[in-house]
């Protein structure tokens, strides 16, 4: 009896150690759900404190903008003496892309002008996030270059 009871616990000690490993990570945007990160940005304006495209830094290309992730779908950046407007969406990423694996969410930004707005023009891919920031990658299918750019709240 007693060695039934000892592997009794054995059990449920392994299945709650296995459950615990298998939880979800908050951070993570795996879960295709774009609900969370729409939320996220919709609340306050943000400013990039990072953005680095192929090796090269021009986080000063944004320095001073504010930008506003609004209702449908507009972006909006502005210093107090420019205003520029583009669309912005979080999208379930349900096919194959340069940076794999399929299934993650898609941060895609489109800007027409000014030509360093351009550059911020893609479908970005969400490495983490947090209630105040979050960091996007983007592997180009052209060049191969990665980009990161990264947004804080303000």
Request: include cysteine; charge should be negative.
């Amino acid at each position: 009896m007693k060695k039934l009871s000892f592997l009794s616990l054995l059990a449920l000690i392994f299945m709650l150690t296995t459950a615990s490993m298998c939880s979800s990570d908050d951070n993570s945007s795996s879960s295709q759900n774009p609900t969370p990160v729409i939320n996220l940005m919709t609340q306050g304006t943000w400013r990039i404190t990072s953005f680095i495209e192929s090796d090269n830094n021009e986080t000063a290309n944004f320095s001073g903008y504010a930008f506003t992730f609004g209702a449908s779908n507009v972006l909006t950046a502005t210093n107090g003496v420019n205003a520029y407007t583009g669309s912005w969406s979080v999208t379930a990423d349900n096919s194959t892309d340069d940076d794999d694996p399929s299934g993650d969410l898609d941060f895609t930004i489109l800007f027409a002008s000014p030509i360093n707005f351009i550059d911020l023009s893609d479908d970005w891919d969400i490495v983490s996030q947090t209630s105040t920031k979050i960091q996007l990658i983007d592997i180009s299918g052209g060049n191969g270059g990665t980009d990161y750019l990264t947004f804080e709240k303000n």
